[in-house]
């Protein structure tokens, strides 16, 4: 049972970790070059924008806003970021076409984990001083190995399911505006 002991650890540091008003001190528009990894390295970099800008503050809802590349039309993905439950950190990215993924925020960052055609996908959005460390990392969605799964009683060892990793998105970014 080790490992879900320092799952709880993990947790329970992330949450103690310090908080910033969020998405407020989030506002602004960002700026910088996302890079594109796989298995053979550095695949591709392209310019990235993401718009946190006050959309309706009497319910809190900024635009989730990103862009990517020069087309700033075809690159453009506007989202809306609302708070599900705030006090528990649960927000929503509204892509405005009945698909909303949910996202928690735990500290200064914003996690959010999701499937899409058989692709797994965990995104990551952490405020780190006057920078936005944006990533997701991707692979399929079907395990690459279960192990564990044996033994009964105080013995049993649960089935574990690692997944693999294929791609993964990287991103340091720049406020160019202020809030």
Request: some cysteine; overall charge negative; aromatic content about 10%.
């Amino acid at each position: 049972m080790r490992p879900f002991k320092l799952i709880f650890f993990l947790f329970t540091s992330l949450a103690l970790s310090a908080q910033t008003s969020f998405p407020a001190d989030w506002a602004g528009v960002w700026v910088g070059d996302l890079q594109i990894y796989n298995y053979r390295g550095l695949t591709q970099t392209v310019p990235m924008e993401l718009r946190i800008l006050p959309h309706d503050t009497t319910i809190n809802t900024y635009t989730w806003t990103m862009v990517y590349g020069q087309d700033t039309v075809a690159g453009l993905r506007p989202y809306l970021l609302r708070p599900e439950h705030e006090p528990t950190g649960h927000y929503v990215i509204d892509e405005g076409d009945g698909i909303l993924l949910d996202c928690y925020r735990l500290g200064n960052t914003l996690y959010d984990v999701f499937s899409v055609q058989g692709t797994l996908l965990n995104s990551r959005t952490e405020l780190r001083g006057d920078e936005l460390h944006y990533e997701i990392i991707s692979g399929p969605q079907k395990p690459a190995r279960v192990s564990g799964g044996t033994g009964e009683g105080e013995e049993a060892v649960p089935a574990v399911e690692s997944m693999a990793i294929h791609v993964l998105q990287r991103a340091v970014l720049k406020r160019k505006q202020p809030r």
